[in-house]
């Protein structure tokens, strides 16, 4: 069982910065990936960002260039910074964590961006 803890989001303003944090139960070398998603209302949730076990990161197109995800091994957190935030990056975010065939989720943390 892997238990993931989100923290980080909140209200920032257009052009912003913000650092969202999960922190995984278990050593995130056990685990294929780890990721961030986001689901705005109506919406699907779909892939923000993602780091592999071997440290490959890939990203969304909308935000590349503005999220970098990276991750301390020491203390199992994977990191989301992200700026240059946009409105349209206003969602709820969802760590994620893959074994094989198995999905964890966090709980989620909302980001709104407004002025």
């Known amino acids: 069982q892997v238990q993931l803890v989100e923290s980080g989001g909140g209200l920032v303003q257009p052009g912003g910065s913000l650092r969202l944090s999960c922190a995984s139960s278990?050593?995130?070398?056990?685990?294929?990936?780890m990721g961030w998603y986001r689901q705005a209302p109506g919406k699907q949730r779909d892939l923000v960002a993602k780091?592999?076990?071997?440290?490959?990161?890939s990203y969304a197109e909308s935000v590349k260039d503005r999220f970098t995800i990276y991750r301390d091994n020491l203390s199992n957190t994977v990191y989301l910074r992200m700026m240059d935030v946009k409105p349209e990056d206003t969602a709820a975010y969802y760590c994620?964590?893959?074994?094989?065939?198995?999905?964890?989720w966090g709980q989620g943390t909302q980001v709104t961006v407004s002025s």
């Open positions: 780091i592999t076990i071997g440290g490959t990161t």
């Open positions: 278990v050593n995130i070398f056990d685990l294929d990936s």
């Open positions: 994620n964590a893959k074994i094989p065939r198995h999905d964890y």
